[in-house]
């Protein structure tokens, strides 16, 4: 599994656990500053999780609160890959 996969993943389980429905479609936006890749940001209705790959953290939200933060490096989610 590639990291995009892993993190979608672990976001999926994020929304389904706090209530998403699931059949809603999961909305991703690719967030880009100065032409630059600064990560990926995903909604299902009320909920939102930002993924920022420089900081290594995953950002998950329910109604603009953050819920948790999970601090995921690009060595663990190729481990977990493998």
Known sequence: MQL????RARVIDFFLDNGADATMELQEVILLSNGHYNG??????????????LSGE???????????????SVDEAATNAA
């Open 58 to 72: 995953l950002s998950l939200m329910t109604e603009d609160v953050e819920e948790a933060r999970i601090n995921i």
């Open 40 to 53: 990926r940001r995903f909604y299902c209705g009320n909920l939102q999780a930002i993924w920022l790959p």
């Open 4 to 7: 995009p996969e892993s993190i």
